[in-house]
Each structure stands twice: as C-alpha cells, then as structure tokens.
C-alpha cells in the first residue's frame, strides 16, 4: 500500500494554498509518471528495457482508467512521508 498519498491530493494542496508547483517538483513527477508508465507498458526501466533472455516475455498491462487520484505515491527513502 502506498501512504504518500496521491497527486490529487497534492495538486489539491496546492490550489487551496493558491500556490505554484515548483518546476523541479512538476518534472520529478512527471519523470516518476512516464517511468512507471513505460514500465508497466513495455517492461521499460531507467536501467534498460526488460530482457525478455533471461526473464520470458514481457506481460504488459494496460491501465484504462489513467488520473490524478489513481497516481500513488510512495517515496523510497521517507516510507512514511506524503507526497512531495
């Protein structure tokens, strides 16, 4: 279970506080989104594509219902902190 919450109630967060996601925060994310994307779709990781040799074929998943309250965060160094 991821308890960092989601990226509706971080952009929510900051609307209520009339507030400007920092780019650096904007991009990390948007990173983190495409990463995860490309994982789930193609076995893609930053460390190179998924090596169909030595694992078998990769079984993409294909998510239909893509949106801000379905982006969970868990951050790896801060188990238990909330979204960025």
Known sequence: MCNGGDLEG??????????????????????????NLAYIH????PEGPWDAEKKGPWKSIR?????PGNILHWPDDQPD????
């Not at 193609?42 to 990781?45: D, E, L």
């Not at 998510?63 to 949106?67: A, G, I, Q, Y």
């Open 42 to 45: 193609h076995g893609w990781t």
């Open 10 to 35: 971080f952009l929510v967060k900051f609307i209520k506080e009339k507030q400007v996601i920092p780019k650096a925060v904007f991009w990390e994310l948007a990173r983190h989104t495409i990463e």
């Open 63 to 67: 998510h239909d219902d893509l949106h």
């Open 81 to 84: 902190a909330s979204f960025p």
